[in-house]
């Protein structure tokens, strides 16, 4: 089993930055990689980013891409999302999930809690 807390959530203005962490715990060894997804009130769930867990290899939703960084620290078994220039259609609840690295929800075997990030326009 795999626990994942995520956090660093808030309320920001559109341009800033925002940190959200994810930290793993459990059977970490055993993930291939981990992802951000959001859901936005009204709206689908959809994938942000994902990062393999050993490896070097990311990957966006174009929404996001060049603004939104995943990065992870292994020692600390956390994985980021660097969220800069932020944009009012970026509020939603965040979403750490681990298992995978594609943008499909499903393909995920472990989620954490949301964190709420509200952007003001």
């Known amino acids: 089993q795999v626990q994942l807390q995520a956090s660093g959530g808030g309320w920001m203005q559109a341009g800033c930055s925002l940190r959200l962490s994810c930290a793993a715990s459990g059977r970490t060894s055993s993930l291939y990689g981990m992802g951000w997804f959001r859901h936005a009130p009204g709206k689908e769930r959809e994938f942000v980013a994902s990062i393999t867990w050993r490896g070097l290899s990311t990957y966006y939703a174009e929404c996001v891409y060049g603004r939104f960084t995943i990065s992870r620290d292994d020692a600390k078994n956390t994985v980021y999302l660097q969220m800069n220039s932020l944009k009012f259609e970026d509020t939603a609840s965040y979403y750490c999930?681990?298992?995978?690295?594609?943008?499909?929800?499903?393909?995920?075997?472990?989620w954490g809690q949301g964190t709420q990030v509200t952007v003001s326009s």
């Open positions: 999930a681990a298992g995978s690295v594609t943008s499909t929800a499903d393909d995920y075997a472990y």
